[in-house]
């Protein structure tokens, strides 16, 4: 079993920052790709960006410039450091491992976080 866990979520201004972090535990051989993604009520939830085990990485054009991903394999985290946010980035921002194997050889498997509330209002 593998969970994911998030933090760093809450409320700012516009123009502020925060930082989303990310853990897998449980029992982890390798994980391909780590992202985050987003959700508001009533829309499907969006790629924001993801981070490869190599480190190449791809984000949302509306990100771009003002978010910035980043992944330590050893202890098998990921991060999403947010700047200069805007009332449109506040949505649920779930945490995602793909390409996970839990051993050798086992299949590849996909995981998601239960998710943490950012909201950007003045």
């Known amino acids: 079993q593998v969970q994911l866990v998030e933090s760093g979520g809450g409320l700012v201004q516009p123009g502020g920052s925060l930082r989303l972090s990310c853990a897998a535990s449980?029992?982890?051989?390798?994980?391909?790709?780590m992202g985050w993604y987003r959700q508001v009520p009533g829309k499907t939830r969006e790629l924001v960006a993801r981070?490869?085990?190599?480190?190449?990485?791809n984000y949302a054009d509306s990100v771009k410039g003002r978010f910035t991903i980043s992944r330590d394999n050893a202890k098998n985290t990921v991060s999403l450091q947010m700047n200069s946010l805007k009332p449109e980035d506040t949505a649920v921002y779930y945490c995602?491992?793909?390409?996970?194997?839990?051993?050798?050889?086992?299949?590849?498997?996909?995981?998601w976080g239960q998710g943490t509330q950012v909201t950007v209002s003045s």
């Open positions: 449980g029992s982890i051989f390798s994980i391909n790709v």
């Open positions: 981070i490869g085990s190599a480190d190449s990485t």
């Open positions: 995602n491992g793909d390409g996970v194997r839990t051993t050798a050889w086992s299949r590849l498997y996909n995981f």
